[in-house]
């Protein structure tokens, strides 16, 4: 990135960077996710997203939402078969070599990177979490972060990044979801060809958040995400359908103050 993009990056976060040294959750997300176990079984993704057939299995075989299942994978590795985290997580679902995959039955690394294993092995992991929570959603998403012997059964209060872990999540599935909640049929447009644009990259996922939710207020209508990127860069993307929806975006970044380079 260059100077001035990295300067301007700086400035949007303005005052709120002082706050970022501890994660920053989204608003109830306890709440969000009690709203979404109600009416999960009937929901459909907006997208065909990557490696659909080994999600739809992992969510038969194992009774856990489909879509919750797409917004997990989204979130720990935008569906990349090969990613790996600084943990030492690794592939679509993220799982923690060699502890949870030995756990989960993988005895060798490279297991963790043919995606229908891994998501395999992670929808039975969340399973697992939601049968030790009895189907909370919200501790059962703390705990698949946090690992379990963090997170109390039944608890009413966790870390601060396990709140902040469970609301990052449900930020991806309101993209997985789009507006196709309780519809007839998922959408048809393929997530693989939507277009992409790197804004920023920072070295915590805390400031990738706190640069996103600045952006997002001073533009209202403006969608953006962020992703871990390698084994410890978070960028914030700029994505788009096509070129009106792109132009749209970076009229909107404008007026924010990020300009797009030319």
């Known amino acids: 990135m260059n100077a001035r993009r990295l300067l301007t990056a700086v400035a949007l976060c303005g005052v709120a ?37 080994c999600f739809r299995a992992a969510a038969l075989a194992h009774d856990v939402p489909y879509t919750l299942l797409l917004a997990i994978a989204r979130g720990e590795s935008d569906f990349k078969p090969t990613a790996r985290s600084k943990a030492d997580a690794h592939g679509v679902m993220q799982i923690l070599w060699p502890t949870t995959a030995k756990h989960l039955g993988i005895h060798r690394l490279s297991e963790l990177y043919e995606p229908c294993t891994n998501i395999d092995a992670g929808a039975r992991y969340l399973r697992e979490m939601l049968n030790r929570y009895e189907g909370d959603i919200h501790l059962a998403l703390a705990a698949y972060n946090y690992g379990p012997n963090r997170i109390p059964v039944g608890a009413t209060r966790i870390p601060e990044g396990a709140t902040w872990y469970s609301g990052y999540i449900y930020r991806h599935l309101d993209f997985v979801l789009g507006d196709t909640v309780v519809t007839a049929r998922a959408g048809e447009q393929l997530y693989s060809k939507l277009g992409r644009s790197t804004l920023v990259t920072f070295g915590e996922p805390y400031r990738a958040a706190a640069f996103v939710a600045t952006l997002e207020q001073r533009a209202p209508g403006l969608e953006l995400d962020w992703f871990r990127e390698g084994t410890g860069a978070f960028a914030v993307v700029l994505v788009y359908a096509d070129r009106d929806a792109f132009d749209a975006s970076a009229a909107l970044l404008a007026r924010a103050g990020y300009r797009l380079p030319d």
């Open 17 to 53: 960077a002082v706050a970022l040294a501890r994660p920053r959750a989204e608003p109830n997300p306890d709440r969000a996710w009690r709203a979404y176990a109600d009416i999960a079984d009937s929901t459909l993704p907006g997208y065909q997203f990557p490696f659909d057939t």
